[in-house]
């Protein structure tokens, strides 16, 4: 996709409750900007018009369109007890011992964006191809019949 339809695409999700359709790999992902939480507005992720819990749980095309976020296991104040115990040697064995690891980091998948680079840098690192569908029910481009996903290795 180009530079001019990402813009479109932005502008397009300024205003509250507006959609945007973009197609990668023969799926559909509709982009709806609405309210998240109390005062916060986000960009929600549908595929195909759907969104469902067995997604995040197994690889699958559906939550590679997901956000991914990376978050340290322990809460910063548990991993400042952890680093300050693994200056000793006594506290690095226990650490290891019970194959405890400050620095230990978790991957898991979200659905609301907080903007459009953020899903474009994404979109454009995983799939070959993205297509712009529509603008707020708007038909802009057809459907490619070819669209592939990068492989991650």
């Known amino acids: 996709m180009k530079k001019e339809d990402w813009k479109r695409i932005e502008e ?16 559909r992902i509709r982009l709806r900007k609405g309210p998240v939480s109390m005062n916060r ?5 549908y595929v195909n018009g759907e969104l469902k819990a067995e ?3 197994k690889e ?4 590679k369109c997901m956000r991914p976020k990376l978050q340290y296991v322990y809460i910063p104040k548990d991993r400042a007890i952890l680093v300050k115990l693994g200056k000793t ?3 690095r064995k226990a650490l290891r011992d019970r194959g405890v690891d400050p620095n230990a980091k978790i991957r898991f ?3 609301v964006w907080n903007n ?5 840098r994404h979109y454009e690192k995983t799939f070959d191809l993205v297509s712009l ?8 481009y057809g459907v490619p019949d070819r669209i592939e996903v990068k492989d991650e290795h």
């Open 12 to 27: 397009a999700l300024s205003p509250v409750f507006a959609e945007v359709e973009i197609a990668v790999k023969g799926a």
């Open 41 to 45: 507005l986000g960009i929600m992720t």
């Open 55 to 57: 997604w995040f749980s």
């Open 60 to 63: 699958c095309l559906e939550r």
């Open 89 to 91: 040697r006594a506290g």
């Open 109 to 111: 998948y979200g659905v």
């Open 116 to 120: 459009v680079d953020q899903i474009r």
């Open 133 to 140: 569908v529509s603008l707020n029910g708007e038909i802009v």
